[in-house]
């Protein structure tokens, strides 16, 4: 072998090398950019000896998907499906950009009929579009993720959807309640502003649908305040067995909005959430779902509290 042809390998192999690390340092870079970096705020599931960890953009993102599953009765199934779909097409990001003119956590595009812009980048719109031509796939509860979702999406790269089923069914699983006081998120300090009862009820009922606070519709058709609570003002959910609903249980629910308020807690202004005999505070997030040390009033619903 020449000396020529040594030195030339040589090079070769320290090319190679050199586009490793550059690619492995921009993969972190990006990953630092999407997470928010080391000690940044995360939302995270752990269930069954299993992990998933998301920004806290992607968790209330992924709470609203589940959210809007849970007011057109869609089972869990539906749900794994729609977040996995989303993981894929957005990484859980309402983005305003994509391949031609797709838009939103979907992808969705004005051209092919899915709303128009404004309508695909809102979260509650576009989950509810996805659904909607779901629920029109012949035999979809049978057919497999990337099948379903594929039939939906008509995507370019059908195969996909199927690498994200692990985690979208484990974050499924905690967001519509299956498993209990999985889902958790860590906060940063606030910002000093007093929370917002009015806009907490509005969120809800805008996602949830009325029927997440039937007793306290306005006569104009609105959500109504909030009563004081301990602590800060308090917006009381309650939640109730629902034979009608697939997977209607109280406690399943109940879990579910927990959950949901915990993903919105820092956009919201949410300080403390209570429900099962267990408490989340943002003054001890990183403690997760702790065991609360008194009664927390009606044990059947759950008590979401606003900063002062």
């Given at each position: 072998m020449s000396r020529f042809t040594v030195t030339r390998r040589g090079r070769l192999l320290r090319t190679v090398a050199?586009?490793?690390v550059l690619l492995?340092?921009?993969?972190?870079?990006?990953?630092?950019?999407v997470t928010g970096g080391p000690?940044?705020?995360?939302c995270t599931v752990r269930a069954n000896g299993e992990s998933y960890s998301l920004s806290p953009e992607q968790a209330v993102n992924a709470a609203t998907i589940s959210a809007v599953g849970s007011s057109r009765g869609v089972p869990e199934r539906a749900v794994t499906i729609a977040l996995a779909t989303a993981m894929q097409e957005?990484?859980?990001r309402n983005i305003h950009h994509g391949d031609r003119d797709s838009q939103g956590l979907f992808q969705q595009r004005p051209s092919q009929g899915w709303g128009t812009a404004a309508q695909i980048t809102d979260p509650v719109y576009a989950a509810g579009e996805f659904y909607e031509h779901l629920m029109q796939v012949r035999g979809w509860s049978r057919l497999p993720l990337t099948r379903a979702a594929q039939e939906v999406q008509r995507s370019g790269f059908p195969q996909a959807y199927a690498k994200h089923e692990p985690d979208a069914s484990l974050l499924a699983s905690a967001l519509t309640g299956r498993a209990e006081a999985s889902f958790s998120c860590t906060r940063s300090p606030g910002d000093g502003k007093a929370g917002d009862p009015p806009a907490v009820r509005a969120k809800l009922w805008r996602e949830f649908g009325p029927a997440v606070l039937p007793s306290v519709v306005r006569a104009g058709g609105g959500p109504a305040g909030a009563a004081a609570g301990p602590g800060g003002p308090t917006v009381t959910v309650p939640?109730?067995?629902?034979?009608?609903?697939?997977?209607g249980s109280a406690a399943r629910r109940g879990w579910q909005v927990a959950s949901w308020a915990v993903a919105h807690a820092a956009e919201l202004r949410i300080?403390?959430?209570a429900f099962g005999g267990r408490v989340w505070s943002a003054d001890r997030s990183a403690d997760g779902w702790r065991k609360a040390s008194q009664p927390?009033?009606?044990?059947?619903?759950?008590?979401i509290t606003t900063t002062r």
């Open positions: 050199a586009g490793a492995a340092l921009v993969g972190y870079l990006v990953a630092q950019v000690g940044a705020p995360r957005s990484g859980l939640v109730r067995e629902d034979p009608s609903v697939p997977e300080e403390r959430v927390q009033g009606d044990p059947a619903a759950v008590r």
